[in-house]
C-alpha cells in the first residue's frame, strides 16, 4: 500500500484492528527528509559519541565512529554486535520536531498516547545484526522503518503457539518502506546489508481477544 493513501482511518479498520501486517511504500514522503539519516549523517552529527552495543546478550559501550568503521569486521562473526534502541529524542537533542516535521497520518496515535515524548528507537549495524524472535514490550504494536540498507523481517501471528512449529510471513523490508507489525505477533529482524532503520512502539489499546 502507498503509504500517502494510507489514512489512520483505512489502517486502523484493515490492519489495527485485524492484527494484520502491513508494508507501506514510498514512506519518506510522508516524513520529509528522513532518507537523508544514513550512516554518512551519523558520522558527520556523531564522530565522537559512546554508544551502547548488544552483543552476546550484553551492552557494552564504545565509540559511535570505531563502531561504524569495524562493519566488515562485525559482519564476520557470528553474534553481530548492534546499536539498537537509541532513542529518537536523545538523537535529536530533545528538537524531534525540527528534525521530523511530518507525522504520517497513520501514526498519529502514538502522540496521543506520549505527549511529552517521543517513542522511537533508531538501530543501526552491519550485515548480519538480527533481532532474535521475540514481541514487543507492553502488548505494543510498532513501525519500523527502512532508511537505509535491507532486511529480512520474519513474523508468526499471536495465534500460532508454539509460533516454532509453523511457517513465517517472511518480508524484505527495503529503503522507503515502513512495516506494521501488529501487537503480539513474534518477529524477527536480520539485517541483509549495512543497515539503519527507526521505529515506533505504541501501546496496544484494542482487544483483540473479543
Known sequence: VEASELTYNLFES??????KPVVADNIFSSFGDLEIYNLDWWLTKYPNAQVDVSRLGKQCQMGFHDYIHQFQYWASLNDVPYLSDWKIDTVFEGQTGKYLPHIPNFLVDWPNI??????????IGPEGTVSKAHTDA????????????????????????????????LLHLKPGQGLFIPPFWVHEITALSVSVSVQWLVPYIIDITE
Do not use: V
Not at 506520549?114 to 538501530?123: I, L, S
Open 114 to 123: 506520549y505527549p511529552d515524548e517521543n517513542p522511537g528507537y533508531f538501530f
Open 14 to 19: 484493515q490492519y489495527l484492528t485485524q492484527n
Open 138 to 169: 507492553h502488548n505494543s504494536h510498532g513501525w519500523l522503518l527502512q532508511i537505509q540498507g535491507q532486511k529480512l523481517c520474519k513474523l508468526w501471528p499471536s495465534s500460532l503457539i508454539p509460533y516454532k512449529d509453523y511457517e513465517p510471513m
